[in-house]
């Protein structure tokens, strides 16, 4: 698969063991032509593209089994039902969880924590009680407990990062107190591709008895997760960001948390019985899911993970990390050009600034050279702080991407430097 | 690629790199803040007003280079013009811009800021090319909170 590739004379290229032609089927949104060029997507940190494989999964549901769930004798229902738990069954597995009752399907990560900081932290924590973040937090993970701060006078304390944008671990250390309540933590940056030593930050906050919570957005499209292993106590993720579709994420729990949490919205399906006097809530996860949730969403999800756990995340990981080398080695011989995040390890995610342009001016150029990438603060102002800058250019590579697309990225960069001069 | 050098014309580029009217005034008696959430672009904007007159005004900020562009070459337009007459710039540079019912030549009077023509085929650009006219704006009309451009 190297033929056809505008390799520059000094670099050696790495021999890629991964079929990408053999994926790139899979997505036909791929062969898109933009503004006469071919797309070269590289925005899969803000969503992913999703397979026919999830396609067919939402068209399949429509077509064959539309019903609502967990509610009616007739077929359909019956049949919408047991692939919706099914769906939730293929979740769990992926997650490696104990038992599907740890497994709450909500609306992406945003809402899981949200409904963690309102269930979980609000009803026990009390004022003084420290909540313990980083500095490199998406928006999703700073707002909810800035709000919960509002509410009950909890204080946020925020665990410093170096240049390199890694989390310092001995300042991580420091800032656990005997006031500190919940560790809320990202595995991956979305911002700097930082993937966080989550397992060893677990390993110090059990010790001392302070549950856990891991955002995994921007992981589980990358790194194989197995929350038994981790032993964290509340992992979420949205299933847009995996190749599934909007509007679908999980929270997941451990059981006897969420046994102990009250519901985070009233409504149908999360009651086992309701009279105007009393009502008792239903079984988990059931309890947390009020409302017609998104049916054919979590089955496209589910669709999704077995379409990765298919290609196995092992191979994922390993192609990702090859394309990061590849493509970071192209952009650093690009005069002007400055990689913001330099952590080891990384993810596939590449944030840079190109001195004397605006990112918003190159998203322009690149865009209409085909390149998609994402422009602006990416949801994690705090990160622009940090390095003091107002915004980066971000480019974020999945495995349908392949290395010429690094080149076209470079190539396009040239020509914005030459465009805007 | 013959409209991206529509919107990035010598004159906006020039006025990037070299922004005219820029940093505080410090004789101004009006001053707004702007703010597009959707790339973080700020910009301050001060004006010294006699009567109906803008006698003087500059910009602080840093931005994209059509923002940038945009707040430079429109402090040079305005200056020493009466509040009406900067409305009916700010009318016609909107027009320009956004392109609604509005042919490029039926936009008249509007002087050096035609070269923001090429904007009208990038939307997604409206709103750094008209951040500094919003402030203008909010300024005159004495609003003190900063202005976005959502
Ligand atoms: C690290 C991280 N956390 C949380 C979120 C929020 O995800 P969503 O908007 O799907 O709820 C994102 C999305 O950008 C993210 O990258």
């Not at chain 1, 399906?269 to 006097?277: A, G, H, Y």
Request: charged residues 20%; negative net charge; aromatic residues 8%.
């Amino acid at each position: 698969m190297t033929g056809g590739l505008a390799t520059p004379k000094s670099r050696v290229l790495p021999i890629w063991k991964f079929d990408v032609e053999a994926v790139r089927k899979d997505f036909p949104i791929l062969g898109t032509v933009v503004h006469d060029k071919p797309l070269v997507y590289l925005d899969n940190a803000a969503t992913s593209q999703k397979p026919l494989q999830v396609i067919s999964a939402l068209n399949q549901y429509y077509l064959t089994t539309n019903a609502n769930i967990h509610r009616g004798v007739h077929h359909l229902s019956q049949k919408a039902t047991t692939e919706y738990e099914a769906a939730r069954d293929q979740v769990r597995a992926f997650l490696n969880a104990r038992s599907t009752k740890e497994i709450v399907f909500v609306r992406g990560a945003t809402e899981a924590i949200n409904l963690v900081a309102q269930s979980f932290a609000r009803p026990r924590f009390k004022a003084g009680d420290e909540i313990l973040i980083t500095h490199m937090e998406h928006h999703a993970n700073i707002v909810p407990w800035q709000i919960l701060r509002d509410q009950i006078g909890i204080v946020l304390r925020v665990a410093p990062i170096n240049d390199n944008g890694e989390l310092i671990l001995e300042e991580f250390e420091k800032l656990i107190t005997d006031k500190t309540k919940l560790v809320a933590v990202t595995q991956v940056s979305n911002a700097l591709g930082t993937i966080v030593p989550v397992k060893q930050i677990i390993e110090m906050a059990r010790s001392r008895s302070i549950p856990v919570l891991i955002d995994g957005c921007q992981a589980v499209p990358h790194i194989p997760v197995d929350v038994q292993s981790l032993d964290c106590d509340f992992y979420v993720f949205s299933g847009h960001k995996i190749f599934g579709p909007t509007g679908t994420g999980v929270l997941y729990g451990k059981e006897a948390l969420l046994d102990s949490m009250p519901p985070y919205q009233g409504g149908g399906d999360m009651i086992s019985s309701v009279t105007f006097e009393k009502t008792t809530y239903n079984e988990l996860p059931y309890k947390f899911e009020a409302g017609t949730p998104h049916i054919a969403g979590g089955i496209g999800l589910a669709a999704a993970l077995e379409y990765v756990s298919r290609i196995g995340l092992t191979q994922i990981a390993d192609y990702e990390h090859e394309l990061l080398e590849y493509a970071t080695s192209v952009l650093e011989e690009i005069p002007r050009v400055r990689i913001i995040g330099n952590a080891r390890p990384k993810a596939s995610v590449i944030s840079f600034v190109v001195e004397g342009l605006h990112p918003h001016d190159i998203g322009t150029i690149l865009d209409h050279e085909g390149i998609a990438i994402r422009t602006g603060h990416h949801c994690a102002q705090p990160v622009m702080q940090r390095f003091d800058i107002p915004a980066t250019s971000r480019a974020s590579f999945a495995f349908y991407n392949r290395p010429d697309e690094a080149d076209a990225l470079a190539a396009g960069l040239r020509r914005a430097i030459e465009v805007l001069g | 690629m013959s409209d991206l050098r529509e919107l990035y014309q010598e004159v906006i580029l020039d006025h990037n790199k070299k922004p005219r009217n820029c940093g505080r005034l410090e004789t101004a008696n009006r001053m707004a803040e702007g703010f597009n959430p959707l790339c973080g672009d700020r910009i301050t904007l001060y004006l010294k007003m006699n009567g109906d007159v803008i006698e003087d005004v500059s910009f602080e900020g840093k931005g994209c280079a059509i923002s940038t562009a945009s707040a430079s070459l429109m402090t040079s337009a305005i200056k020493g013009k009466t509040i009406p007459e900067a409305e009916t710039l700010f009318d016609s540079f909107h027009g320009l811009v956004t392109g609604h019912d509005c042919p490029v030549d039926a936009v008249t009077h509007i002087g050096k800021l035609a070269v923001f023509g090429g904007v009208r085929e990038f939307p997604a650009r409206v709103k750094c090319a008209t951040l500094a006219w919003h402030t203008l704006k909010s300024a005159l009309e004495g609003k003190i909170d900063a202005v976005t451009t959502e």
